[in-house]
């Protein structure tokens, strides 16, 4: 059974600073990867997708990379401001035909100005 | 295009009634899903459907009900609300792909529904 943990559940930084979220999995068997925002008492945006054939995805300030073979993923963001404060949801699909995610917990994010 | 659109936002019921979720995306998506998330948690898939007339069920299906009689709506069903149902349901939709093209399949998601059952 797939199983998606992402450590730390809380992360506090000052603003400007560079920072890095985890996600591990258990089975390396993924089809892709999806990294999401969760604003409070809103829904789920997507930041990235990461193929399984892929190593990293960019978008502006944020960075995700995929190592299958360790069961790990990684979004860096950097020059972090306080609008990045939010729930980050990783999320990896199990069966290429169903489309099924398996979400992580989230880290919740703060960003102090 | 709207994206995907859920109703109601926020509703309060009692034990033992019930009630549907409804959502409904315009992005011509033929995937579609239903998730809860509890507090401090992840999200669980409930139910998923890969097109019209065709519904399976997901990691936590118990005490719902799905139909998808449409590509664009999927609404969810509560027979008989119990607590343990009280969370925040999210619909998403995405779409598989152009055979010999490039597969996206990005998850699109609805500002969910809170809902309480007390």
């Known amino acids: 059974k797939q199983e998606v943990t992402q450590i730390p559940a809380a992360l506090s930084v000052p603003e400007g600073e560079n920072l890095v979220l985890n996600c591990s999995f258990t089975?390396?068997?993924?089809?892709?990867l999806q990294w999401f925002r969760q604003d409070p008492g809103k829904g789920l945006t997507s930041l990235l997708l990461?193929?399984?054939?892929?190593r990293e995805q960019t978008s502006g300030r944020l960075n995700a990379s995929l190592d299958k073979s360790s069961g790990r993923s990684t979004l860096y963001i950097a020059a972090s401001q306080p609008g990045d404060s939010a729930t980050y949801l990783c999320?990896?699909?199990?069966?290429?035909?169903?489309?099924?995610?398996?979400f992580g917990q989230g880290t919740r994010l703060t960003i102090n100005p | 295009n709207a994206g995907v659109t859920q109703t109601p936002k926020f509703r309060i019921l009692k034990i033992g009634q019930s009630m549907t979720l409804q959502c409904t995306q315009d992005?011509?998506?033929?995937?579609m899903y239903w998730y809860r998330q509890d507090p401090g948690m992840g999200l669980k898939l409930i139910y998923y459907?890969?097109?019209?007339?065709?519904?399976d069920k997901g990691e936590v299906p118990n005490g719902y009900n799905v139909s998808r009689s449409t590509t664009e709506d999927f609404p969810l069903r509560l027979e008989l609300a119990a607590p343990s149902q009280t969370s925040v349901y999210f619909c998403?939709?995405?779409?598989?792909?152009?055979?010999?093209?490039?597969?996206?399949?990005?998850?699109?998601f609805g500002p969910g529904t809170r809902l309480t059952v007390l």
């Open positions: 998403a939709s995405s779409y598989p792909g152009l055979a010999g093209g490039p597969i996206v399949n990005e998850q699109f």
């Open positions: 089975d390396s068997a993924i089809y892709n």
């Open positions: 990461i193929q399984s054939s892929q």
């Open positions: 999320a990896v699909r199990r069966i290429q035909g169903a489309q099924k995610l398996v």
């Open positions: 992005m011509n998506h033929n995937y």
């Open positions: 459907s890969v097109g019209a007339g065709i519904t």
